[in-house]
């Protein structure tokens, strides 16, 4: 079975300053793997996903993800936010053999950017 | 295009009362998903519809919960009896067939927030 681990449920930041969203995942065969974004009253949005291919993955509005195989991880970075990057930050994973592509959730990081 | 939309955006009910929830998926996707996120929790999967055939239900907690999904296009699920625990936000997505654009992308509804009380 699949789990998902998002290491921080807020992170703090200033406006302008990078940030990074920790996400690890346990699984045993090959996964697929998102973030996606949820700004208040909204659904989920996309961000970024990785099928196969560069481990480095760049999505909209400027962020970007590492797929690290070994240590299990695909972190969200930024290297400088806005304040309309306030919202919370969901990482998911998915198996390629699963026809129905079910996605499993981490906990989500709620992201606040302050002035 | 019009996104997945979903109805009613909040819903408060007593113990032991039915609702049921409405979505409806973005045109011509044949994949339909509906996840939970129980308050402090991660957001879960309850079941997976292709058209209109139910392709997994392993997530659905319990016999109170119904989907369906009639023709094939907009869905709904009814709680009945509620109970307290069934509390939370329930999301609507869905996805394009393999073999479309982006089968891998689900698109979500903004969920609807069920409080049971």
């Known amino acids: 079975a699949q789990s998902v681990t998002q290491l921080d449920s807020q992170v703090p930041v200033f406006e302008e300053a990078p940030v990074e969203l920790r996400c690890n995942y346990s699984s045993s065969v090959s996964v697929y793997l998102f973030w996606y974004v949820q700004y208040p009253n909204q659904g989920l949005q996309l961000l970024l996903k990785y099928l196969s291919g560069s481990t480095l993955v760049k999505g909209i509005n400027g962020f970007e993800a590492e797929f690290n195989k070994s240590?299990?991880?695909?972190?969200?970075?930024?290297?400088s936010v806005h304040i309309s990057d306030t919202a919370e930050y969901f990482c998911?994973?998915?198996?390629?053999?699963?026809?129905g592509n079910m996605l499993t959730f981490g906990g989500g990081?709620?992201?606040m950017v302050k002035p | 295009e019009a996104g997945v939309t979903?109805?009613?955006?909040?819903?408060?009910?007593?113990?032991?009362?039915?609702v049921t929830l409405r979505c409806d998926p973005i045109s011509?996707?044949?994949n339909l998903y509906w996840y939970r996120r129980v308050m402090g929790k991660e957001i879960k999967f309850l079941l997976h519809f292709v058209k209109e055939s139910k392709q997994d239900e392993s997530g659905?907690?319990?016999?109170?919960?119904?989907?369906?999904?009639?023709?094939?296009?907009?869905s709904t699920l009814k709680v009945q009896p509620a109970e307290l625990e069934d509390s939370?936000?329930?999301?609507?997505?869905s996805s394009q067939?393999?073999?479309?654009?982006?089968?891998?992308?689900?698109?979500?509804?903004p969920g609807t927030r069920l409080t049971v009380t």
């Open chain 2, 88 to 93: 939370g936000v329930y999301f609507c997505a």
């Open chain 1, 71 to 79: 240590q299990t991880s695909f972190h969200l970075r930024k290297p």
């Open chain 1, 109 to 111: 990081t709620r992201l």
């Open chain 1, 92 to 99: 998911a994973v998915s198996d390629p053999g699963d026809a």
């Open chain 2, 28 to 30: 011509g996707h044949d």
């Open chain 2, 6 to 18: 979903q109805f009613p955006s909040h819903s408060v009910i007593e113990k032991g009362q039915t």
């Open chain 2, 97 to 109: 067939a393999p073999g479309g654009h982006n089968p891998y992308e689900q698109y979500f509804g």
């Open chain 2, 60 to 74: 659905m907690p319990n016999n109170r919960f119904l989907a369906e999904r009639t023709g094939g296009t907009y």
